[in-house]
């Protein structure tokens, strides 16, 4: 199973999400920004990493939701989301095509990956 941390990023009330790009596996899927785990890496040192390798931004981590476990067919992974604001640094995307700050009621107007599907409800469960 790959173990692959996520942040739901929040500034003011907007939630931030990414989209996948054609050449990423699950094209133009939508995602919270993150990846995997590294070997004997801990978790919130890896969504700290990860997020300044893809948005180019420091994050503080709120809070943590319950991991998500998924199975894709050829492979299973275990989605770890965290909640987290940016602290610092401008916004780049470097791997992703969009992005899009939205209100919770926007949440499901996207085309989310299927393993964040249990992750938006139990957020939106715990904000509303
Ligand atoms: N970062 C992130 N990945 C997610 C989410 N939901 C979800 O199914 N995934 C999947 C997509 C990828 O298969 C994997 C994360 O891998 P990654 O971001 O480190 O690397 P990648 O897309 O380049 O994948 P790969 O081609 O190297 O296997 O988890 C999510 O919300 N955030």
């Given at each position: 199973m790959i173990k692959v941390t996520c942040a739901i990023i929040i500034k003011h009330d907007l939630i931030?999400?990414?989209q996948r790009s054609g050449k990423m596996k699950m094209p133009?899927?939508?995602e919270f920004p993150g990846g995997k785990v590294e070997e004997q890496e801990d978790e919130t040192l890896c969504i700290q990493r990860e997020?300044?390798?893809e948005l180019n931004v420091e994050i503080r981590?709120?809070?943590?939701?319950?991991p998500a476990t998924h199975d894709y067919g050829t492979f299973t992974i275990q989605l770890i989301p965290f909640i987290a604001t940016i602290i610092s640094g401008e916004l780049l995307l470097q791997e992703h095509q969009a992005h899009r700050w939205l209100t919770k009621d926007e949440l499901w107007d996207l085309d989310w990956a299927e393993a964040d599907v249990?992750?938006?409800q139990e957020f939106l469960t715990r904000n509303t």
């Open positions: 931030l999400a990414v133009f899927k939508w997020i300044k390798e981590i709120l809070d943590r939701l319950s249990p992750v938006v």
